[in-house]
């Protein structure tokens, strides 16, 4: 993933070393910057629709969250936004968007009831998008090989770290150890006696057939 500095600066540690994007000949360049404390915004420039009369741009923005819900766990997630944004009047107005669980379940959509236009500049994050929007910023931006990755990506770098292997408790005590290791009867009885039955796939092969990835990439266009 190649990053500008100012999105170096902001993003967490295991997004920076992750090796989950594409080499620099398939990689492709997104906007990303904080959208609050526990949120991203994420735009692909290429998106962006000049409308008839040329002053309005039509636009498709990612907020990546933390938790996708209001109460409980924590539960990432991210919304898909669509916006108008007026360039000369610098005024904007969402018209749809749908917020999806970390799997891509849909949660749920809503369509804008008041197609009012309200000033660009009244959040940080829909300032940012709006200069995306109108005038091509990419000061903040990073290469993935696609949308879908960068927020798969940004959803797992709130996952808590994995314990140390030194951490976890051993089934077995270490040879030389004054601890007692499980007694031959103990393991005998913690042993099946007989092997599980191996499932077969409909080839007779043995082999399990694998699930399909969720198709991310189809929600953005």
Known sequence: MRLTSRARACLPAVLVGAALFASVAEAKSFYLAP????????????AVESQPGGVVRRMWSVTVQRSIVSSGPPQPGYVRTQTDYDCLNKQIRWRTFSAYSRSGALLVTR????????????????????????????????????????????????DPPEAPAGDRQPLLAAPGSKTAGPTRATAATALP??????SKSASGKGKPTPSKPVPFESLWR
Do not use: H, Q
Not at 35 to 46: M, T
Not at 125 to 153: H, N, P, Q, W
């Open 111 to 158: 369509d804008n009831p008041n197609p009012g236009w309200t000033e660009a500049t009244s959040a940080v994050d829909t300032y940012a998008a709006f200069k995306v929007a109108c005038v091509g910023e990419m000061a903040s931006a990073v290469s993935a090989e696609s949308i879908g990755r960068l927020v798969i990506g940004l959803m797992a770098s709130w």
């Open 35 to 46: 959208a609050g404390k526990d949120s991203w915004l994420v735009i692909d420039p290429l």
């Open 193 to 198: 006696t007989t092997k599980p039955a191996r």
